[in-house]
């Protein structure tokens, strides 16, 4: 039975004509579903009663089911999302002053094992349909008390509980890249949650031709993980190098950004210690990028057990941060959140029937421990 969160509008519309419906009927159904966060076609009051009884028969509205709901103190929530087969992911929710951003997975588990990401250890499952990335939208909308609710004193500029969605959870966004495409124009339809283009984010490892194909088919900020100068570390780091090197992956951004909402790219950048936070590899970096208009961020490096890195000093990440600010490029730091309930960058693990056999390299007990 379709779950018609795993449509856009086209597809939607698409589906209502092979039913012999008007193709409005997938407007009305897009904002009952998304906009009001309803799950009950019984409820549908615009909808004639008739199409109603027959959408019960022949569809359903079937959200990622939340197995564990846990609240950070600094108000971070991290939801831990049932989505069959005995996988799991995470969806993370950041409320900041004027901005609400969630957090959102795209695979159960990831396939590219980078050397200092809890979620790669865990091995790779299967892709996530459309309505399970688009659904974890949904649902935090639905658990924030954010679907249709009146606008509130603490809500964002933008007048939403969820201003900003990151595609930066679970999994490589580029690796599944239809379904991944499909939920961002959910994302973006005024007719569902009307978010700019300029706050929903795809954050990538390297994948080129797929940064290539996101600029022609749907065009939305870009964050690239970046987390090293030069090739020979980046290729230990981040396997995916081999494949597109640096040279490959700059080229890329700029061309990306012919066609970008933003007018720069982000470079994420985990600050690991004594591996790639030097200044010496923070001057490397300014020339890697010259001809690439960017920012970074700047992440502390996140610990998760047995992962045999540990977290840049203070005093380390100011240095290198004010190198590049110094050849005029902006550096920030990204304030950890959710660090307690291990919500922050790299830590989310969910749980991941593995399918290739690398969590099979590791402990049992380490699996467990990254899983709980
Ligand atoms: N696969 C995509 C989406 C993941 S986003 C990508 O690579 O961009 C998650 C971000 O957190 C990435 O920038 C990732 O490199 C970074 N990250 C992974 N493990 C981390 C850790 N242990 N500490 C800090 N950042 C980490």
């Given at each position: 039975m379709p779950n018609l969160l795993d449509y856009d509008l086209a597809g939607l519309a698409a589906w209502f004509e092979e039913l012999g419906?008007?193709?409005?009927r997938a407007r009305q159904v897009m904002r009952w579903i998304h906009r009001e966060g309803c799950d009950d076609f019984g409820a549908m009051t615009d909808v004639a009663k008739s199409l109603r009884a027959k959408l019960d028969a022949l569809a359903e509205i079937r959200p990622p089911v939340p197995l564990r709901d846990t609240v950070s103190g600094d108000g971070t929530r991290k939801w831990l999302l049932d989505v069959g087969g005995g996988n799991a992911v995470e969806a993370v929710f950041i409320p900041e002053a004027g901005r609400g951003t969630l957090c959102v997975s795209s695979?159960?588990?990831?396939?590219?094992?980078?050397?200092?990401c809890a979620t790669g250890k865990q091995g790779f499952n299967r892709n996530l349909e459309a309505g399970e990335i688009v659904g974890q939208l949904w649902l935090a909308n639905k658990l924030l008390g954010a679907a249709s609710a009146p606008a509130r004193e603490d809500e964002n500029d933008n007048g939403r509980v969820i201003s900003n969605v990151v595609?930066?959870?679970?999994?490589?966004p580029l690796a599944n890249f239809d379904k991944v495409v499909t939920a961002l124009r959910v994302m973006l339809d005024d007719h569902a949650y009307g978010l700019s283009r300029r706050r929903v984010t795809v954050s990538t490892a390297g994948v080129t031709p797929a940064m290539d194909r996101l600029r022609e088919e749907c065009p939305v900020a870009l964050a690239v993980s970046l987390h090293a100068p030069d090739d020979a570390l980046r290729d230990r780091l981040m396997p995916i190098n081999r494949k597109y090197p640096l040279h490959d992956l700059m080229a890329a951004c700029r061309r990306y950004l012919e066609r970008a909402p933003r007018d720069f790219v982000t470079f994420e950048y985990a600050m690991i210690d004594g591996i790639n936070d030097s200044d010496a590899h923070a001057r490397a970096l300014v020339a890697l990028t010259r001809d690439v208009p960017c920012k970074f961020n700047l992440i502390p490096f996140n610990p998760f057990p047995h992962s045999g890195f540990a977290r840049s000093p203070v005093d380390r990440i100011r240095r290198f941060s004010a190198i590049l600010l110094d050849s005029g490029i902006i550096a920030t730091t990204r304030r950890t959140r959710g660090g307690d309930v291990a919500a922050?960058?790299?830590?989310l693990a969910g749980q991941v029937r593995d399918k290739?056999?690398?969590?099979?390299?590791?402990p049992l007990q380490m699996m467990e421990e990254i899983g709980s």
């Open positions: 419906e008007k193709p409005f695979q159960a588990g990831c396939a590219l094992d980078c050397a200092f595609l930066m959870g679970m999994g490589e922050a960058c790299g830590q290739t056999r690398r969590a099979r390299t590791y």
